[in-house]
């Protein structure tokens, strides 16, 4: 049996987590075997309501607890509004997953793989939406970790910062930066009780990025990755399992490339 199909075990029993930008591909993945494993999601989305209300759907389905929230993570007054209502709901945030990507187009060909087409505006917005949107999101929900002595952040990044096989300017540039992110948030909040990592992912085996991904091209990273086969979407949301979990407890400010060994940074 792989992991991908494995039982999830009931490792965030009655945990509170929101998960950023959660209406569909991983986000959606992470929301949904979050709730199996027994927390209360809180699925955040900005445009797919539609989609964000099948997500909780599907968890209320199987027999989970989990809710829909519209906000944008580049508004901090919104993202104040997101924590106060999960607050009122359920009393306490114990996970923040901040999973949330401006949109955003892997092309191999576009003007922003190269450092003689790439335009600041493209380096901006994608630092805006994942950069600002994570301190945005971490300062929402701390004063509510603070209180509890306890948290778990999980920062999503990509193994494209530790091995750039095409040259995404602004996307890899925004990402790497959750590493800064990272360490010093968990430098600081450590003494809260609360602990901050990041997992990279690589081309995941299915999500909406890597849809045109043909099976040669997945059959060629299984050939290069230690495990010989590619990390598929539910194998990246056990691992976001692990680290929301307390049998992460001693880790903390980690930056961990979940990509089958494909990088070890």
Not at 211 to 219: M, N, R
Request: aromatic share 6%; proline share 3%; net charge negative.
């Amino acid at each position: 049996m792989t992991q991908s199909h494995a039982t999830i075990p009931a490792l965030l029993t009655d945990k509170v987590a929101i998960v950023t930008g959660s209406s569909r591909g991983l986000g959606a993945q992470i929301a949904q075997q979050m709730a199996a494993a027994g927390a209360i999601v809180c699925v955040n989305y900005l445009n797919s309501r539609d989609s964000a209300e099948a997500v909780v759907a599907n968890i209320v389905a199987a027999g989970g607890r989990a809710f829909a929230y519209q906000g944008d993570v580049t508004d901090l007054a919104q993202m104040e509004a997101m924590a106060t209502e999960v607050i009122k709901r359920f009393g306490r945030i114990d996970i923040l997953v901040n999973n949330a990507l401006p949109n955003y187009q892997f092309n191999p060909s576009a003007d922003y793989t190269s450092i003689e087409t790439v335009k600041w505006a493209h380096f901006s917005q994608q630092i805006d939406g994942i950069v600002k949107g994570a301190v945005n999101t971490v300062q929402a929900v701390l004063p509510q970790m603070k209180t509890q002595q306890m948290g778990k952040i999980i920062n999503i990044s990509t193994n494209l910062v530790y091995n750039p096989v095409v040259t995404y300017y602004d996307y890899t540039t925004a990402k790497s930066a959750l590493i800064g992110l990272t360490r010093n948030l968990a430098a600081e909040l450590g003494q809260y009780g609360i602990r901050v990592n990041l997992l990279a992912g690589g081309l995941l085996k299915t999500t909406d990025a890597s849809s045109l991904t043909t099976e040669e091209v997945f059959d060629y990273i299984a050939t290069t990755t230690p495990l010989r086969q590619a990390t598929s979407v539910a194998d990246f949301a056990n691992s976001v399992l692990l680290m929301s979990s307390d049998l992460s407890a001693a880790i903390t400010g980690q930056s961990i490339a979940v990509d089958g060994g494909l990088t070890m940074p």
